[in-house]
């Protein structure tokens, strides 16, 4: 590892760590190897290795590779070898056995591969960090992080959070790592990789990762469109309510149950409880009062688990109806139920058999043992000195660590919430712990489509749904259904995700998705540029050192093509000089650690006043809120949607069609009632004589086909049937539709004509007419063999 940069004397460095040029980090494995490493060690045993090498035993095999590996004057064999080895071992024993040798042609013969670590995973312990190499190996320049590095440094000097763990992934390998500060800074102890950092909302992430586990299973004939009431009954829309419109005294009806996928992207019309630094008791007019007494009753014991929660919540009135609106909720929580009905767990044993233990997540969970108490720091807030932004902030502790912590032992909150803050702010506590090795190794696997070191977690095709843009209104220019009113931002299953809008922050990324935590973390995965980033702080509210690290990882991809040029470091809506590479000279007789500070000092004084907030820290920052949203007041009292110039056509048609009074607007097209589609919106079968009248897709404008969700018929097992399935299209290709079918999780390529369009709101539901009892049109009979070739 690579120092970059010194500090000066008397001040504790920041460590920073660029990959050693030339070493092995990962070895290519071909995949029909991969079952014969053990799991989660990923190593494999001499005797095993001299097996599939074609040898007798394991004497015989030390006996050939001893004096070979002693020539090149390397280390004798264990008992286990690991991938770098055992390919070692294939080219040493090729010459002597016809295994040995198919085996290499296997390495060499361009077969479909895995990526396995070099060596052996401790079989306990915490996993070592994720394999690197030099920023320049992929294609990026150190300086900007180099800098970035003295920036954060000055940042935990000055207190602005106690201390960082941060890095960046390029082309799936580490290229840049910093820890500075401190975990626990009374006790001054290092922030580290394996510090546990308390994760709160990205612990939504996980949970939306695991309940995805169960919906690929075909046996579970689980659907996103599925009723929450199938799993829990107090959600059944009969026993709820939504709060009333304005000028309306009595709670209003439901007007459809809330689905999984409404839970999963936060359009269910549940609120949020109170955040960090909200007042208790809830004043008139705060916009979580309404669950005042639910917050009491966790705190107080009455509640006692995830179930009773989840009763008492459903007894709540909605903020709105389900599927008008996005509102960042408890639906992620709810959705843990769920996750326990489905598989009659508890939600931290499904965690650890879904997620973490697959994926060697040996420090995340939601309990820390007692053993393991002085892992966890305190966590901070970060609060000015009088008003005075250049003087080093005070920190005050919000939980503290070791056994004291509210994650340690007996602490924990009863209720193993997603990441919400289920109890009032004075008990402020709830989701999972993780470390910066370990959260990285989740991030890999959605990198990698759901695999990791050679073991899959999730279909490829489960976590191309899960990175979708899930609001589809977010690319249409429609303001008020963008997550926290950032243009083009939408939501995905795993966090928000910037769609392309003229109005965009600058310095965003189409297709780039992401989502932070209360006490400090965050992440990004641009899957564009092939960027992971991922900070971790224990100081509340502070999120803004994840977008510096992103800007400089993009900085360093743009640097290693162009060189060094003046411009600014940051591409949000300001545009301070504190990256810039070609400076004015210092004086010699100025301390260039002292001019640095200042220039961070005046950068951060710009940010403070000029920066957007983005939607990741729009969820976690206290204040008020909206008590029901616009798109929920009565039809009269909604601009016509010809007053919005920006608006695009597709959003003025959605707009003129709430106008007109109809939450789910009447599509031109008819649907044959007797259309077997239950009201789940279930794959069922129909002969293939029927025809129904439905909506084709044009095959004029294919493009605007992109993203949208359809119904196709394919064969079913009896050949008299048809299977009706919903999908997503994901590729276009001339008059060949790629389409992702949901349930079974399949990838099929057809043909402009061999589906319908389902109508989607503004927020991804689909839309019928009050009197269908069908949730889509049916699509056009499959063609015949002969036109189904041509």
Partial sequence: AVPAGGQPPGKPAASVAFGAAGGPVWVEVPRNLVGQFAQPEVHVSVEHAARLLGLPGEKEL???VAPLLKQTGEEPLGNFVGAMMFKRLVALCSSKTVPARRLLEDFLGGQPSAMLPANPVASTGPVAR??????????MDRAPFERLAKYFEWRTRMRHFAGIACGVVKSGQLVYYQESGFANVEAKVKMTGDTLVRLFSMTKCIVAAAFMTFLEDPALCLDLDDPVAKFIPAFAPAQMSVLPRRGQKGNQPLEGPITLRQLLTHTSGIGYGPTLDDPWPPVKGSYYKIYEELCEKTRDGTIKNLEDWCNMLAKVPLKGQPGHFWDYSYSLDVLGRVVEVISKKPLDVVIEERICGPLKMRDSGFVVPKEQAH???PWYKSDEIDGKPNLAHQLTVVDKGGDESGWVDSNV????????????????????VSTFNDYLRFLMMIRNFGELEGLRVLKKETVQAMICNHIPAACNGKKTVFVFDKPGVGYSCLGQIQALHPKQDKGTYSGEYGWGG???????IDPRSDLIVLSMTQTAFVLDHEEYLRYAARRAIHQHIYGSVATPAKATSYSPECFDVVRKRIDAGKDETSSMDKEFEEDYRITQKTRNKTAKERAI???ARLERHPSDEDPEATPKAEDDPEATPAAKRRKSQAVAGTSASVAPMTADKSSPVDSAGKA????KTQESPRRLADPSKPDELLFSRVALRTDGANGDDVVIRKGRVTAIEGDKIEVVTEGCWSTKSVRLGDFCVIEESQFGIPTVRPTDPMEFPAPPAPRSPAN???
């Fill in 62 to 64: 030390r006996k050939f």
């Fill in 621 to 623: 920052l206290p204040g």
């Fill in 375 to 377: 892992r966890i720091g």
């Fill in 788 to 790: 189904r070739a041509a």
């Fill in 130 to 139: 994720w394999p690197s190499c030099p920023p320049e190996a992929v294609g």
């Fill in 684 to 687: 069922t079968t129909a002969s």
């Fill in 518 to 524: 209360l006490a400090g973390p965050a992440w990004t």
């Fill in 413 to 432: 909150s009863k209720v193993l919430s997603a990441g919400g803050t289920v109890e009032v702010p004075l008990v402020m506590k709830g989701g999972m």
